[in-house]
């Protein structure tokens, strides 16, 4: 991190200057009025702003809270412990810990030279980078948006060992820089960035942990990968074989980790690609049937309604209308 920066993020603030003089516990008050720890995000950005970053609190231990925002938290030196849900989570430099509304967490006493910065975000900020996602039709982003949101319940926390990736790196510090000093007109920058952000996440998802452990996440990754790659054709008796398990008690992690079955994984990246080819080419219906692994036609126009509200042509014809307003 620039070393201009990482000083100006480390000085004494007021409030950690007060736990230094003496107080051993946090001033609720600054974080909320309520008599339940939920962190309020008017307590902590200025009216009107979407997003806000302040340097973590050091020296205090931070009990057991919620937050009414998504907070993503950015290791610029040192280390910060944290227990989201009941599991301990250990940043290091460079990593970064996105928590969802629903997250419990409790952070440890942070030492002088332990610099982080908290981006405390509003949902709406998210809009610009989740539409930058859009196109990418992948499983995989509709699990980071999913948990991000809350919206699946798999998991209340992202956590990504990414201190290695310079393009990375280099996209949280400009974030840091302009929010953090506050300069003007930066809005739609800051969104673009954090949608740049969200995408090359996407990249790493091999550096990443969840809520669920690191046995969970890996599975998810490697079956989300294969789903990716092999929507035309690919089984859950050759995904077990490749990973070396027992199909039924792959069947079974599957549905317990990520909420569904393989089948239903499958088709809705079958009817991803359908919904992309419909909007982005003008093959014919029957042959996007074909493409995306379908052989029974009538089942995929049953099922294409049953997700969309509409038959195939309805929705090729609808976003033409939409494409040309």
């Known amino acids: ?26 001033e609720q008050q600054r974080y909320t009025e309520k008599k339940e720890l939920i962190v309020d995000a008017e307590k902590l950005m200025q009216r009107g702003k979407l997003i806000q970053v302040r340097p973590h609190t050091r020296f205090v231990h931070f009990p057991k809270h919620r937050h009414n925002y998504v907070e993503v938290i950015y290791m610029c030196q040192g280390t910060t412990t944290h227990i989201i849900d009941g599991n301990q989570v250990v940043l290091e430099e460079g990593d970064m810990l996105f928590l969802n509304q629903h997250a419990e967490q409790e952070i440890l006493p942070a030492k002088e030279k332990d610099i982080a910065v908290n981006f405390i975000i509003l949902p709406e900020f998210f809009d610009t980078a989740f539409s ?9 982003r509709e699990f980071l948006v999913g948990t991000l949101s809350g919206n699946n319940g798999l998991s209340s926390y992202l956590y990504f060992h990414v201190s290695d990736i310079l393009p990375i790196q280099n996209l949280v510090e400009n974030m840091v ?15 673009i960035t954090m949608g740049l952000l969200l995408l090359q996440l996407l990249n790493y998802t091999d550096k ?18 294969y789903i990716e790659e092999h929507y035309k ?9 490749l990973m070396r398990y027992d199909v039924y008690w792959l069947s079974r992690e599957i549905k317990k980790c990520m909420g569904k079955t393989y089948k239903e994984l499958q088709q809705e990246k079958r009817m991803n690609q ?20 379908y052989d029974n036609t009538s089942y995929f126009y049953r099922k294409f309604k049953e997700k969309y509200g509409m038959s195939p042509k309805e929705y090729r014809e609808h976003g033409k209308k939409m494409s040309d307003k």
């Open 274 to 293: 359908a919904r992309y080819l419909l909007n982005n080419t003008k093959l014919p219906v029957t042959d996007i049937i074909e493409s995306i692994g």
């Open 208 to 225: 990443m942990e969840t809520g669920s452990g690191k046995f969970q996440t890996e599975l998810t990754g490697i079956v989300l990968s």
């Open 132 to 140: 930058m996602m859009r196109n990418e039709e992948n499983t995989l």
């Open 1 to 26: 991190m620039d070393a201009e920066l990482l000083r100006a993020l480390s000085v004494i603030t007021e409030e950690e200057q007060r736990i230094l003089d003496g107080n051993e516990r946090i």
């Open 233 to 241: 054709n690919g089984t859950l008796s050759e995904l077990a074989e």
């Open 177 to 191: 820089w302009t929010i953090f000093y506050d300069l003007g007109n930066k809005r739609s920058c800051n969104q």
